[in-house]
C-alpha cells in the first residue's frame, strides 16, 4: 500500500508542470517543416512510443493487465482520448496565436475547473469529497487557484493591449482567434482528465499486480492511443491535401542532417508531453483520500511555469508596468492556492 504524502505528491507534480509548460519550446528549433510535419512526429512520442515504453519498463504483466481489463473500459478511455486529439490541435495551434503564458492560463484553466468537478459529479462522489476533514481548506484552495488563473489572463489581455500600442499592425498577437482555440482545448483537455478516470480500473489492476506507484502508467497508453488516433487521421490528410508528407523524405530537398535534427526536437517536445503525465501518476497516487485535486494542482502548476517559461522566451518583455504587476499578483495568488491545496490534504490525511 502506498503511504499518503502530499507534500511529495505535489513536489512530483511541480515536475510534472515544469516537463508540461515546456513541452512545446522544443518546436521553435523546428526549421523547414510545416507545423503539421512537427506535431505528428511529437503526437507519434507523447501518445505511442513514451507511454507503451513507460507501460512495459514499469508496470508488470503489462500486456496481460490490458487484456484483463473489459472491453468497456478500454473503448471509454480510448474514446474519451480521442476526443481529447481535437483539443491537442487546438491547443498547439493557439500557442502559435497568443503565446506560451496565455494559451496555458485560458486553456489550462478552464481544464482545471472542468477536469476536476466534472468526474465527481459522474461518480457522484462530490458531496463526499467535500465533507471529509481538510476540504474546506482544499476548496478555499481551489477557488484561489481559479482567482489567480483569472488575474494571470487579465494581465494577458493588457499585454495584447502594450504590444498593439507598440507594434501597431506588425503585432502578430492575435487575441481573438487564439482565445477561441484555447478554449477549445480548455474544454477538451478536461476529457482527457475524464478518459484517465474512465481507465481507473485498468491501474487499480496493476496495483493488484505489483505495480507500486507506478499503476498510472498502465492506463496512460489507452487514453493517449485515443489522441494519436484523431490527430493521425487529421493530419494525414492534411499532409495529402497540402503535399507536406514529403518533408520527412528527401524528395523535399531538405537536407538529411536537417531532417534528423527536426525529427530530434519533435521527439523531445512529445517526450515532454508524456513527461508530464508520468510525474502526475507519481504525484497522483501520493494525495491519499485526496486524489481528486491531483488534476486541478497539476493544471494550475502548468499555468505557474508556464508563465516562467513566457518570461524566459521575453514573450513579456515590453509589457507596461502596470501589466507585469498585475502578472505578478497571480503567480503570487497561484502559489499560494498550490500551497493551501497541499496544507489541506496533509491535514485531511492525518
Known amino acids: 500500500m502506498i503511504v499518503p504524502n502530499p507534500i511529495l505528491g505535489t513536489g512530483f507534480h511541480a515536475i510534472g508542470g515544469v516537463a508540461a509548460s515546456s513541452c512545446y519550446t522544443p518546436e521553435k528549433k523546428v526549421k523547414q517543416w510545416s507545423w503539421g510535419t512537427f506535431w505528428l512526429v511529437q503526437a507519434l512520442f507523447a501518445w505511442i512510443i513514451v507511454p507503451l515504453l513507460a507501460g512495459v519498463f514499469t508496470v508488470p504483466g503489462f500486456f496481460d493487465i490490458l487484456r484483463a481489463t473489459s472491453s468497456k473500459v478500454i473503448w471509454g478511455a480510448f474514446l474519451f482520448g480521442a476526443i481529447y486529439g481535437f483539443g491537442g490541435m487546438s491547443f498547439g495551434l493557439a500557442i502559435k496565436k497568443i503565446g506560451f503564458s496565455l494559451t496555458y492560463t485560458i486553456a489550462i484553466g478552464l481544464s482545471a475547473v472542468i477536469g476536476t468537478l466534472v468526474p465527481l459529479f459522474i461518480n457522484g462522489t462530490f458531496e463526499s469529497y467535500f ?11 481551489m477557488i484561489l487557484s481559479i482567482v489567480g488563473v483569472t488575474i494571470s ?3 494577458g489581455f493588457k499585454k495584447e493591449e502594450d504590444l498593439k500600442q507598440l507594434q501597431g499592425n506588425n503585432n502578430q498577437f492575435k487575441m481573438f482567434s487564439g482565445m477561441l482555440l484555447a478554449i477549445v482545448g480548455g474544454v477538451l483537455s478536461a476529457v482527457f482528465n475524464i478518459s484517465l478516470e474512465f481507465g481507473q480500473p485498468i491501474a487499480d489492476l496493476a496495483a493488484e499486480r505489483g505495480a507500486g506507484i507506478f499503476e498510472q502508467n498502465a492506463k496512460m497508453i489507452v487514453s493517449t492511443a485515443g489522441c494519436f488516433a484523431t490527430n493521425l487521421v487529421w493530419f494525414l490528410i492534411a499532409g495529402i491535401k497540402h503535399k507536406t508528407l514529403k518533408e520527412f523524405t528527401a524528395k523535399s530537398g531538405i537536407p ?5 535534427k527536426n525529427f530530434g526536437w519533435s521527439a523531445l517536445a512529445g517526450t515532454l508531453w508524456f513527461g508530464q503525465f508520468f510525474f502526475y501518476g507519481l504525484g497522483h497516487v501520493r494525495m491519499g483520500k485526496f486524489q481528486f485535486i491531483s488534476w486541478v494542482l497539476h493544471m494550475s502548476m502548468l499555468i505557474f511555469f508556464s508563465y516562467i517559461v513566457g518570461v524566459l522566451l521575453k514573450e513579456w518583455k515590453q509589457v507596461s508596468k502596470g501589466t507585469s504587476i498585475l502578472l505578478i499578483c497571480g503567480l503570487v495568488i497561484l502559489v499560494a492556492s498550490f500551497v493551501i491545496m497541499t496544507w489541506g490534504s496533509v491535514i485531511g490525511n492525518g
Open 153 to 155: 489572463g487579465w494581465a
Open 256 to 260: 538529411t542532417i536537417q531532417r534528423l
Open 131 to 141: 465533507s471529509q476533514h481538510g476540504s474546506g481548506i482544499i476548496a478555499f484552495g
